[in-house]
């Protein structure tokens, strides 16, 4: 297998040269997997601009409800007269912030990112298996991003249902503006999103299985490649089902069958509605929607775990442990979904099942955290901005990941159940802890992608800010939660009773509004060090895996001349014997020198 | 008010940010400048320093947040019979957490610390080793399966009413943006009802069968009144959107799904007005009370109402977001002694009633 796919590669390596590439086929209609990476990065960090902005305009509300302020006036015009946030904006900015963060930057911004840079250049390929369908892949994420800014210029509102749509608050335009247009654009460009999606796992998974260069065994995988090419499975087994209940939602909006509706009477008038449930859609909803909770946190595993052995100067501890429980995470992550259910009604016997098997998922994510705590054990740590984010990433995914404890226990979810207990869980374990992983990416192979370093001081203080902010922000939000706060109000003033939370409040807006003004100083020095920044040597970090072998600038097909032939997996690092403290992936052992048996 | 203050904010973050780039710089004069953007001894001799700083600050900020805020969390004073088991579970619960999080995050930092780099140091080749692994994948598994068992038990007993002990029968319903109650009156079983059979002409506002003999003794209230040690079981119907039927002092919660009755039943075990005398909820009335008294200083100045007093209720809350005024769909429970109760339900009137 490997022979014939070198052939086929050294023949599309010849034909690539002789194109001329024109401004156009290089910068936007490009198939070559290094650009398509570094759009999808710049498409998802202008997304997550929009996605933080909307965040802090809703903290601010939270913090001091209804009062005039002239960022809202200016930003949300007539959704804001007077300065004042209106109910059905805030719902609506809930919920594009929700979906926006999810799908467009820790989904595609993350995932296509990394997985389009790396897969090729870790296994050892010239590109893609489909170069044309990357291409198509990019630009459906393109269109589907346009079509979900577009929504929030609708004349009714966007969609303001959560960014999980039940039914039939988005079915019906009655029952809420955001359900009319704004909630058809949303549908439609989601399923643009997912068509865009699986063009990319697809390509991902085929790329891994047969392209990998001579010598790149399955166990000889950087975690990397591991994390991105399981994340690409999952995302081929859910995401059509949500594809699914989009499709069957549209219907029931436009074509008035009653898959998820039933007995509906409303503003004076019964609906035809029956026969349909709402759990229906739950169970769809959340069949896709918890495995896009590891679609999201798997690459940042990955790149954490690169980068941390990388930077450690160490083996990553217990590499097949490491494989292993990716591979547990993801199988366990497709029969979980149920615990996002546990009050919506169905079965309490679906509840116990649904109980055991999100606690089960527990142990390999604690084996995770304990060997990249080994990892650090003993290393000779070099403390890079990527390590930084990369530990942190450990630290947060720690604290949240813990709480998921009573999250997924249903007695107790029963009382903490759609809090701010909830969005403290999972911002930290999912959220910030998936945006470590992609700053860390980024800080790491920003000299791969760019061919410059980036600023280190800026991205110390970056990490430090953005690190205290993060806590800073969430970890008061447990206590709020606990005190039976719900999640998704516009203002809590119509309750005496959370009074005395106001000031958490207070407290939790203000880091927010620090930690996003800091990532100023990201965005700064990401788009400045792209003609100002340092010239980057080939192998900056000192790495094993392929990628640093290839030439800093950019060619296509990625290696001048013959593929690279791999010999010893991608952690020999400090490994006795040789003088060097890392030992690249291309590297022949020596004689005598046994291969480890991990 | 609030734009003056994000100026501020803004000003003072920038000021920061400039001097500490400033400092930076200033340390790196003498550093090889080649290195770009990669970690020197001494940036990995600061970051390592700021470690045990960070791990400093999660610590602290774990206390804080329990002084400060601890007393906040419905973790103690259940108002319901399977509350305290809830309680109990959490609070065994929170011990595991913290105890990990307490160990686990003083570990990650206090590595990232101690062994940070050092140039001509070599880090220890250290791949593989199956007893630590082992160790630390059955640890989990141990307490996890207590947990899991714990947990169990108790949604087991939760969500199984007991219907034996004869619980009172009450309907919850919900619409944009209010709830209703309706009472099973004398016979202790709901009429059949259908959205379909709305009449508002009528104030047949829950679509109840009018032809239903079952229905005739119902009682349609705007107010929960529950009998303190009495079983109730909820049946919750919803005509429109999804609601929640969130309770959060009986540690209770079940969605109001249209087009289908869901169920939740819980035992009371303490009144209303003995709860209002427990020392926990005096201390809480009184601060929340001094907020509001502050707070109706500034909005009499600007010639507004000021707030009302507030007095402790136990509360029915919305907990699905439902549309645009979720945020104030509620409904005051009160729960009292049998008599009480009595006397209260003999004042309302049954649906037959109401439709003459």
Redesign the interface.
């Known amino acids: 297998m490997s022979t014939h796919a070198v052939d086929t590669h050294a023949h599309d390596d010849d034909h690539g040269h002789h194109h001329k590439e024109t401004f156009v086929t290089k910068y936007i209609f490009s198939q070559d997997h290094k650009m398509i990476a570094k759009q999808y990065l710049i498409t998802g960090t202008l997304m997550g601009i929009i996605g933080v902005l909307m965040s802090i305009m809703f903290r601010i509300q939270i913090a001091w409800p209804e009062e005039p302020n002239v960022l809202f006036e200016a930003l949300l015009g007539k959704w804001a007269p007077g300065g004042v946030m209106d109910a059905d904006i805030y719902l609506a900015l809930v919920t594009i912030h929700g979906t926006i963060m999810v799908f467009f930057v820790l989904t595609a911004g993350l995932s296509g990112t990394f997985s389009n840079l790396l897969i090729p250049l870790q296994i050892g390929a010239r590109d893609m298996a489909s170069g044309f369908l990357n291409m198509v892949s990019y630009w459906l994420f393109f269109l589907s991003s346009i079509i979900m800014l577009m929504s929030l210029f609708v004349e009714a509102g966007p969609a303001a249902a959560g960014w999980t749509i039940y039914p039939p608050l988005s079915a019906l335009p009655m029952a809420q503006g955001g359900s009319g247009m704004g909630m058809t654009l949303w549908l439609i460009s989601m399923a643009i999103f997912i068509a865009s999606s699986l063009l990319g796992s697809l390509n991902y998974i085929v790329t891994v299985i047969n392209m990998r260069t001579k010598g790149m065994s399955m166990t000889r995988l950087p975690l990397t490649i591991w994390a991105f090419f399981v994340t690409a499975i999952i995302g081929v087994v859910s995401f059509p089902v949500l594809f699914a209940a989009a499709l069957l939602l549209i219907m029931d909006r436009s074509f008035g069958t009653s898959f998820f509706l039933s007995d509906i009477f409303i503003q004076g008038e019964v609906l035809h509605y029956q026969g349909g449930s709402p759990v229906l859609f739950e169970h769809l909803f959340w069949f896709l929607g918890h495995p896009e909770v590891y679609i999201v946190i798997l690459p940042a595993m990955g790149i954490v775990s690169e980068i941390m052995a990388s930077n450690s100067r160490k083996p990553i501890f217990g590499y097949r442990a490491m494989v292993a429980s990716i591979l547990a995470i993801a199988f366990l992550s497709t029969i979980v979904w149920g615990h996002h259910m546990f009050v919506s009604g169905m079965n309490p016997f679906l509840g116990s099942v649904f109980t055991f098997t999100t606690l089960l998922i527990a142990i390999p994510s604690a084996v995770k955290a304990f060997n990249w705590i080994t990892t650090l054990w003993k290393g000779n740590l070099q403390m890079n901005p990527a390590m930084l984010f990369s530990i942190g990433f450990v630290s947060t995914f720690i604290t949240g990941g813990l709480t998921g404890i009573i999250l997924g226990d249903s007695a107790l979810d029963i009382n903490v159940h759609d809090t701010y207990f909830v969005i403290a869980h999972f911002h930290l374990v999912m959220g910030i802890s998936a945006i470590y992983g992609m700053f860390a990416g980024v800080y790491h192979w920003y000299p791969k992608m760019f061919g410059r370093m980036l600023n280190k001081n800026l991205g110390y203080i970056h990490f430090w800010i953005t690190a205290i902010c993060a806590y800073g922000v969430f970890f008061p939000m447990h206590f709020i939660g606990m005190a039976g706060l719900p999640r998704r109000y516009y203002t809590n003033s119509a309750f005496p009773l959370f009074d005395d939370l106001a000031d958490v409040n207070i407290v939790i807006t203000i880091f927010a509004i620090i930690g996003g003004i800091v990532q100023i100083v990201y965005l700064y020095n990401f788009f400045t060090s792209m003609f100002m920044g340092k010239k980057a040597v080939q192998n900056p970090w000192r790495s094993n895996t392929l990628e640093w072998t290839t030439p800093v600038e950019h060619i296509h097909g990625n290696w001048p001349g013959a593929i690279p032939h791999v010999y010893r997996w991608s952690y020999d690092y400090s490994k006795p014997g040789h003088d060097d403290d890392f030992v690249p992936q291309n590297v022949p052992l020596k004689e005598g020198e046994e291969e480890l048996q991990h | 008010?609030?734009?003056l203050f994000?100026i501020i904010?803004?000003l003072f973050?920038a000021v920061a940010?400039w001097q500490?780039?400033k400092i930076?710089?200033l340390a790196?004069v003498s550093a090889d400048?080649s290195t770009?953007?990669?970690?020197t001894d001494y940036?990995?001799k600061?970051?390592?320093y700021?470690?045990i700083g960070?791990l400093v600050?999660?610590y602290a900020?774990?206390i804080i947040?329990f002084v400060k805020?601890?007393h906040?969390?419905?973790?103690s004073n259940a108002a319901s019979e399977h509350g305290s088991?809830?309680d109990n579970?959490?609070i065994i619960?929170?011990a595991?957490?913290f105890t990990?999080?307490i160990i686990?995050?003083f570990?990650?930092?206090y590595?990232?610390f101690k062994?940070?780099?050092?140039k001509g140091?070599?880090?220890?080749?250290?791949?593989?080793?199956n007893t630590?692994?082992a160790i630390?994948?059955i640890i989990?598994?141990i307490v996890?399966a207590g947990?899991?068992i714990y947990?169990?038990f108790?949604?087991?007993s939760?969500?199984?009413v007991d219907e034996d002990a004869d619980p009172m029968i009450v309907e919850i319903y919900g619409?944009?943006f209010n709830w209703t109650a309706r009472y099973s009156g004398q016979d202790n079983v709901l009429g059949m009802a259908?959205?379909?059979l709305?009449d508002?002409d009528k104030a047949n506002v829950l679509?109840i069968d009018e032809a239903d003999p079952n229905a005739q003794d119902d009682i349609v209230v705007k107010e929960l009144h529950l009998v303190v040690g009495k079983p109730v079981l909820f049946q919750i119907r919803s005509?429109?959107?999804?609601h929640?039927v969130?309770m959060?002092?009986f540690?209770?919660?079940?969605?109001a799904?249209?087009?289908?009755i869901?169920k939740f039943g819980f035992t009371p075990t303490i009144t209303t007005k003995e709860m209002r005398e427990t020392p926990e909820m005096i201390d809480?009335v009184n601060?929340?009370n001094e907020?509001?008294a502050e707070?109706s200083k500034g909005l009499t100045a600007e010639g507004r109402d000021a707030?009302?007093p507030?007095e402790?209720h136990f509360?029915l809350?919305?907990?699905?977001?439902?549309?645009?005024?979720?945020?104030?769909m509620?409904m005051n429970i009160i729960v009292e002694t049998q008599e009480e109760y009595d006397a209260w339900i003999k004042e309302q009137t049954t649906f037959k009633e109401s439709l003459k």
């Open positions: 008010m609030t734009a994000t904010i803004v973050i940010i500490m780039v930076f710089d790196q400048t770009g953007g990669i970690a940036d990995n600061v970051n390592g700021l470690m960070f600050f999660i900020l774990t947040s805020w601890g906040l969390p419905l973790m088991e809830v579970l959490m619960s929170m595991v957490i990990v999080q686990t995050q570990l990650l930092h590595f990232a062994y940070r780099g050092e140091k070599k880090a220890l080749f250290f791949a593989d080793n630590l692994e630390w994948t989990p598994v996890l947990l899991i947990g169990l108790t949604w087991t939760i969500m199984n619409q944009q259908n959205v379909r709305i508002i679509g005509q429109d959107v999804l929640s969130y959060p002092h540690r209770a919660q079940m969605n799904v249209p087009g289908m869901t809480k601060n929340i907020i509001r707070k707030l009302d507030y402790f509360l809350l919305c907990n699905k977001i439902c549309g645009k005024s979720h945020y104030n509620q």
